[in-house]
């Protein structure tokens, strides 16, 4: 996750404490996709839309709950599927709050209504992400459902009425990359502070669909984010977030480069200290059933079922491949000046590490951004690594 705000504008946020400060005696953030019920069928959804399949049961779900403080785990997302259509999410969430753990919801927003906000807010849930996929047509269209569009927004307002920490999150395609300059404008109109621009990846329903952007849509888009990052941090958007292609922090410096900002060296230490490719290591996910993937997107991979195994035994004995994924990148990636940064997004869709791995997504850099820095830049990027 790379914090726009921050490397771009110098704008610092609280959740700035996860990414870009000492991360000594914390371990991973966890994603908690707890069902894979939903009602919605999202064309870039990473799950099985619709299939409910086997959940750890309440206690069971407690019972990870507990470990996570174990393994010094900083923040859980409950994600699924729908979380909300979970049944005891409710005794979940208050149960990860009275544990201490940082709460955090992902959802549709279909199900939240004005008690259902306050519900959550009862919980202590700290933040509530809500998925908005373009303008009206295009969200209904994504989802599959005529109305969710409303839904969502219906959502934000109930959610800010209950005084809960909400933001928007929007997944680029080839379909939406053009309407960025919309979604900052209906978070300005919400008064929302929080964009999470997330870069599609090709896995489980979005595989299947002609998503995938261009580089030059996908160039289209980050720069569509800058740009806006900048123009509506004065109407109080002030943590704009892009998930998913490490590439972005690359850009983000050719950008301040380019435009002789003051921050450039700031933000080259901050990704030199701070950035790369973490999946595997300081993120993970846990499945409905209990197996612990490297993240979200990468299910088709499991490190091991916390019904058999403790999780802090799981992660001590993750494969240490994924601390170094640049040995399976490509040549362009291996030659590339900022690879320290980036840690490339390599990833296989097979049954082990032994299976081809792949770009996903594609880095969308020309060569001059890759090779135009010169070699003072990078000899200072190589001593700060």
């Not at 000492?22 to 999202?42: A, E, H, L, M, W």
């Not at 002789?260 to 080259?268: A, C, D, I, M």
Request: glycine content about 8%.
């Amino acid at each position: 996750m790379i914090n726009i705000s921050r490397l771009y504008l110098g704008i610092e946020n609280p959740s700035d404490r996860f990414r870009y400060h000492s991360d000594t005696g914390k371990g991973p953030i966890v994603v908690y996709n707890c069902t894979g019920k939903c009602s919605q069928n999202c064309l870039h959804c990473y799950s099985k839309t619709g299939l409910a399949g086997k959940e750890l049961d309440t206690s069971q779900a407690k019972e990870l709950l507990k470990e996570l403080t174990v393994v010094k785990c900083p923040v859980v997302l409950f994600s699924g599927g729908e979380p909300l259509e979970r049944q005891d999410i409710f005794q979940l969430l208050d149960f990860s709050h009275s544990l201490g753990l940082r709460t955090v919801l992902s959802t549709n927003g279909c199900l939240i209504d004005s008690p259902t906000a306050k519900k959550l807010a009862d919980a202590g849930v700290n933040y509530v992400g809500i998925s908005i996929d373009g303008t009206e047509k295009t969200h209904d269209d994504f989802r599959g459902v005529k109305g969710s569009f409303t839904a969502a927004i219906n959502a934000v307002k109930f959610c800010k009425n209950a005084n809960l920490k909400v933001g928007l999150r929007f997944t680029i395609t080839n379909r939406n990359f053009n309407q960025i300059k919309d979604i900052f404008s209906l978070a300005a109109k919400l008064d929302i502070p929080r964009i999470c621009f997330y870069h599609l990846i090709l896995a489980g329903q979005a595989a299947k669909n002609n998503l995938k952007c261009t580089n030059q849509q996908t160039r289209q888009a980050l720069n569509d984010i800058l740009d806006c990052a900048k123009d509506y941090s004065a109407k109080g958007i002030t943590e704009v977030l892009t998930v998913g292609n490490h590439a972005d922090g690359p850009f983000i410096l050719n950008r301040l480069k380019q435009g002789n900002s003051p921050l450039y060296e700031k933000t080259l230490d901050l990704l030199t200290k701070f950035g790369a490719n973490k999946i595997g290591v300081k993120i993970f996910a846990i499945d409905p059933a209990g197996s612990v993937h490297p993240d979200q997107f990468w299910q088709n991979f499991s490190l091991g079922n916390i019904t058999d195994k403790k999780l802090e035994d799981i992660f001590k004995n993750s494969l240490s491949i994924f601390k170094d994924k640049t040995i399976f990148a490509p040549q362009r990636c291996k030659k590339c000046l900022w690879l320290k940064i980036c840690g490339t997004n390599m990833r296989f869709f097979g049954k082990d590490y032994k299976s081809q791995w792949l770009l996903e997504p594609d880095c969308f850099l020309n060569d001059d951004e890759i090779t135009g820095v010169s070699n003072a830049e990078f000899a200072c990027q190589n001593t700060k690594a």
